[in-house]
C-alpha cells in the first residue's frame, strides 16, 4: 500500500498524485479496473469511460473530448504506480499482479474492514 499513497516523481519536472485507498473516488476507479470483463483481453479508454460516465471523476465533463482526456490521465496515474501496463501493439491495458494485490486489499479496506472497525466501536 505504500507504494500506491505515496506520490511519484515519474520525469525531472513532473510528478503523479498518490492514491487515497479509503477515498471513494479511487474505491470506484479501482473497482471498475478490476472488473472481471477485462481478465482476457484487457480494457481501453473507451471501457473505462463507459463505466465512469455517471462518477465524480467525469459528471462535470460534457465534452467527450475531456472525458477521453480525463480518463487518459487516470490512467497514466495507475501506470506511474505499475498498477496497469500496456498490451504490447495495441491501445489496450491489463492490470498487474501488483495492481490486482493492492487494488483488491483497498477495497476489501473500504467495505469490509473499515465497517466491522465502526460497528465494532458504536456497540
Partial sequence: ????????????????????????????????????????RGFSNPDIRDKLHDSPFLKTLADPKRQSAKVSRLLHRCHAHALIAKVPHSRRWRVTRLGRIAMAASIQLREIQFPAAYTKLAS
Fill in 1 to 40: 500500500m505504500d507504494r500506491i499513497t505515496t506520490g511519484k516523481q515519474v520525469a525531472p519536472q513532473r510528478t503523479v498524485k498518490a492514491f487515497n485507498p479509503v477515498a471513494r473516488e479511487d474505491h470506484l476507479l479501482f473497482q471498475v479496473l478490476l472488473n472481471g470483463q477485462h481478465c482476457v
